[in-house]
């Protein structure tokens, strides 16, 4: 069973950064995706951002250009630097991975991850 650990998480103001880690263990597969998802309060969980174990990356619209995700291959580690943080940051960021096809990984549909952390807040007051 995958096991997914972030850190990271914490309060910062607006256009400030933050660096979330999510730490695999027992991700014994040569091909997969990693990915972050966010939960903002009252509203459904949401793609941030999703990489490959080929080090191809996807994001959202709303975080182009500020966050970028990146893996330490070496450390099965997972790493979300977020940049000119908005209050609309604001939210529980979680960890996921799992096998899905390329596509799936590139689009990053939720769906399709079977294994996820437990979550870190990141709230971003303005």
């Known amino acids: 069973q995958v096991e997914l650990v972030e850190s990271g998480g914490g309060s910062v103001q607006a256009g400030g950064s933050l660096r979330l880690s999510c730490a695999a263990s027992?991700?014994?597969?040569?091909?997969?995706?990693m990915g972050w998802f966010r939960q903002p309060p009252g509203k459904q969980r949401e793609a941030v951002a999703t990489?490959?174990?080929?080090?191809?990356?996807s994001y959202s619209d709303s975080v182009k250009g500020r966050f970028t995700i990146s893996l330490d291959h070496a450390k099965n580690t997972v790493y979300l630097q977020m940049n000119s943080l908005k209050s609309e940051d604001t939210a529980m960021y979680y960890c996921a991975a799992d096998t899905p096809d390329d596509l799936s990984c590139r689009l990053m549909i939720r769906a399709r991850f079977d294994y996820w952390g437990q979550g870190t807040q990141v709230t971003v007051s303005s």
């Open positions: 990489i490959s174990s080929g080090a191809v990356t």
């Open positions: 027992r991700l014994s597969y040569s091909s997969f995706c």
